[in-house]
């Protein structure tokens, strides 16, 4: 199985090392022929403006819809997350999420750079809380009845799952606990 890192801009090369460091050998996707060629994707944290873009300019959008929509394991971090969204608020009238997964989001809904934090997370699956580091992160503002909340801070979803769809409103590739990687690693797996 191939996984892939969407690498158009941001955090790719931290998702690459953390799923390095699970025993995958990942790729970086920047065409939609990368694309095609693997088996599962993480979608990292940056700026969903200039990934939005990038992924008009690349030809990328329409075989990633299609790719998700037909089972394609996707995990999107952060900036990720927006982009899986149904709908986002506080972007470019211009800018249209992927309409994923069934969430509608605020961009730096927990507020600027300055009010970046950390917190422990409780969550679904794994047995012992995950410390989530949340830079200029998304919200979630309305969480639709397919999505299931594996995580949540002061009652909004943090980390959410929609059939083959996950999404953190967090950066797990900023710490040294892999077992976020490896629950999407092993699921992709699974799905195969």
């Given at each position: 199985?191939?996984?892939?890192?969407?690498?158009?801009?941001?955090?790719?090369?931290?998702?690459?090392?953390?799923?390095?460091?699970?025993?995958?050998?990942?790729?970086?996707?920047?065409?939609?022929?990368?694309?095609?060629?693997?088996?599962?994707?993480?979608?990292?944290?940056?700026?969903?403006?200039?990934m939005l873009m990038l992924l008009d300019s690349s030809q990328l959008r329409?075989?990633?819809?299609?790719?998700?929509?037909?089972?394609?394991?996707?995990?999107?971090?952060?900036?990720?997350?927006?982009?899986?969204?149904?709908?986002?608020?506080?972007?470019?009238?211009?800018?249209?999420?992927?309409?994923?997964?069934?969430?509608?989001?605020?961009?730096?809904?927990?507020?600027?750079?300055?009010?970046?934090?950390?917190?422990?997370?409780?969550?679904?699956?794994?047995?012992?809380?995950?410390?989530?580091?949340?830079?200029?992160?998304?919200?979630?503002?309305?969480?639709?009845?397919?999505?299931?909340?594996?995580?949540?801070?002061?009652?909004?979803?943090?980390?959410?799952?929609?059939?083959?769809?996950?999404?953190?409103?967090?950066h797990p590739e900023l710490t040294n606990d892999l077992r976020l990687h490896?629950?999407?690693?092993?699921?992709?797996?699974?799905?195969?």
């Open positions: 199985m191939k996984v892939g890192v969407l690498a158009l801009q941001g955090a790719f090369a931290s998702h690459h090392a953390a799923l390095t460091a699970t025993g995958v050998n990942p790729t970086e996707v920047r065409t939609p022929q990368d694309l095609a060629d693997v088996d599962a994707l993480v979608i990292p944290g940056g700026e969903s403006t200039t329409t075989p990633l819809v299609e790719r998700i929509q037909n089972g394609l394991p996707v995990f999107g971090t952060c900036a990720g997350m927006i982009l899986l969204s149904a709908h986002m608020a506080d972007g470019r009238p211009d800018q249209q999420p992927l309409g994923l997964i069934d969430l509608d989001v605020r961009r730096n809904g927990y507020g600027r750079q300055i009010a970046s934090f950390e917190a422990d997370l409780d969550i679904n699956g794994l047995d012992h809380p995950f410390r989530g580091v949340f830079i200029r992160a998304p919200l979630a503002q309305r969480i639709g009845p397919k999505v299931e909340v594996l995580a949540s801070v002061d009652g909004h979803g943090v980390l959410c799952q929609q059939e083959n769809i996950l999404v953190s409103s967090f490896q629950l999407f690693v092993d699921r992709a797996f699974a799905a195969q």
